[in-house]
């Protein structure tokens, strides 16, 4: 009975408390950790892994990184011009892909995936061949639609690239669609619906990720994977040689890797320690290690090691670390992205040592008249796009910042009824939602909502300028670029831009094991 107890303790940190305790409770212990490793379908070990001195420390590390690695994955993902969704019951849903040619779009002057692709929807949503006649008929590629090959299969986490996805199953396997390089299947093919990655068939996925035409898989003992382009290193196999199939990150030891960020041409690494790599092009100081130059192998950000982070994000031009201190650090091109308070023009160049967002302390005023400053936040997870990047805090608001040319930052504009800026220099907490169509319609809202009646527990920034909000009860707020129907609002939209997040209407409550 005391093993059952203990099989369903959440914090692995308890477990192995209790190893430290009376010896029925290691034996217990050992069971409930036996218990555990059947629940998810996982075999035990039959030896003990780097760091671990016997079978039972493997255990206690793997569920350890399982914790955090959960932590780590979401249940939503942008790319360019789509989007993907895993609800409460397991499904993965896609939506957009559409790019249309003309302010008001028609559904006849559907153009899908960006281009004209042999009159077929692109792969990027995982639907299979859907061609123009049946999106004519059923333009319900503009909400989130389950993909019906994954019926039986339940998701837990996915990441999306570009132009390409990845979906991890509750038994750790990986599925993957969309267009070919990053796929892992050994081929430069595309995949029109999820296929699971043989080569990982003898692998228990953790966590997947996915950024540019790259793609990592983090398995449950903490091994890295990574494969697709490596042009300028980002794979960090030492070399610039692009992988076909998933393949074992070497340079990175006995390290347990928990969670991944990957950029246009770099990548970020989390370990179980909190220590984070970085690997990849170099020349905008991205990878945080004080100069300009690739790595063509991971190497440890030296300015966090005293840090404990918590959470990565990467574009194209700038990373993101949180730690557990609650600071947020960025590096790379200067620019409002950074959310340093500077311009692109104003101080051109590089950021290439992290450095804090945000940090001034509240202090006490200076006169009975004076207000004093407000405390600074704690962030607890980023998110980054192109342009702009999110910061959630600890009290599950959310700030953004960095350009805002398509309404992507949600501080709205005379569109919305309420004032925003085309460009945000530090972290601006979005103060207002919509829960209806006004504006998906271009009309000024009936009414906006305070956002601080809604908890936010996960975030997303993707593509060119689109983001996507996740409520503590598994609702989605979207905002952006609203073109290409990877808002998943349900119509061909009468504006080109949504810039206060608004309800997706259309969405089942979506998972929330990756974002507690």
Request: one cysteine or more.
């Amino acid at each position: 009975l005391l093993a059952e107890i203990l099989a369903y303790v959440s914090d692995p940190r308890d477990l192995a408390r209790a190893f430290r305790t009376a010896r029925d409770f290691r034996d217990a212990g050992e069971r409930a950790l036996e218990l555990r490793c059947a629940r998810r379908g996982a075999a035990r070990p039959a030896a003990p892994g780097p760091g671990a001195s016997t079978v039972q420390q493997e255990l206690l590390l793997r569920e350890a990184i399982c914790a955090e690695a959960r932590r780590c994955s979401s249940a939503v993902a942008m790319g360019v011009d789509f989007a993907a969704f895993v609800d409460a019951t397991g499904a993965l849903l896609t939506c957009g892909g559409l790019t249309f040619s003309g302010a008001a779009p028609d559904i006849d002057q559907v153009n899908l995936g960006g281009y004209a692709h042999n009159d077929e929807v692109t792969p990027l949503l995982g639907h299979g061949t859907f061609t123009l006649a049946l999106a004519r008929r059923f333009p319900c590629i503009l909400a989130p639609r389950p993909i019906a090959s994954l019926s039986g299969v339940r998701i837990v986490a996915v990441a999306c690239g570009a132009y390409h996805t990845l979906a991890l199953s509750s038994d750790g396997a990986v599925f993957s669609h969309g267009h070919s390089g990053a796929l892992g299947h050994d081929d430069r093919e595309d995949r029109r619906i999820p296929t699971r990655i043989a080569a990982l068939a003898d692998v228990r996925a953790a966590a997947v990720a996915a950024g540019g035409a790259s793609s990592a898989v983090m398995s449950e003992a903490g091994a890295l994977f990574t494969f697709g382009a490596g042009a300028d290193g980002q794979l960090g196999h030492g070399d610039r040689e692009e992988r076909r199939v998933p393949t074992r990150v070497a340079a990175l030891g006995a390290e347990r890797v928990v969670g991944a960020a990957i950029g246009e041409g770099h990548s970020l690494f989390l370990t179980l320690h909190s220590l984070v790599y970085s690997c990849g092009r170099g020349r905008f100081g991205a990878l945080g290690l004080g100069d300009v130059r690739d790595r063509l192998a991971p190497e440890p950000v030296e300015a966090l090691r005293a840090q404990r982070a918590v959470s990565l994000a990467a574009s194209f031009e700038h990373s993101l670390v949180v730690c557990a201190s609650g600071v947020a650090y960025a590096f790379g091109r200067r620019g409002p992205a950074l959310g340093l308070g500077l311009h692109n023009a104003a101080r051109p160049g590089i950021q290439s040592v992290p450095m804090p967002i945000g940090t001034a302390a509240a202090k006490a005023p200076s006169s009975a008249a004076e207000p004093a400053a407000p405390p600074r936040p704690r962030y607890v997870r980023a998110a980054a796009a192109i342009e702009h990047s999110l910061l959630l805090d600890a009290e599950g608001r959310v700030h953004s910042f960095g350009r805002n040319p398509a309404g992507a930052l949600g501080h709205g504009r005379l569109t919305s009824g309420i004032f925003g800026s085309d460009e945000e220099l530090k972290p601006r907490q979005i103060a207002w939602l919509c829960n209806n169509d006004d504006v998906v319609h271009g009309r000024l809202p009936r009414e906006l909502e305070p956002a601080d009646t809604q908890r936010f527990v996960a975030l997303c920034a993707g593509g060119f300028s689109t983001s996507c909000l996740v409520t503590a009860d598994g609702g989605a707020y979207s905002f952006g670029d609203a073109m290409s129907g990877s808002l998943g609002h349900g119509v061909p939209v009468n504006t080109t831009r949504i810039d206060v997040p608004t309800r997706v209407s259309r969405l089942p409550p979506l998972a929330l094991l990756g974002d507690k």
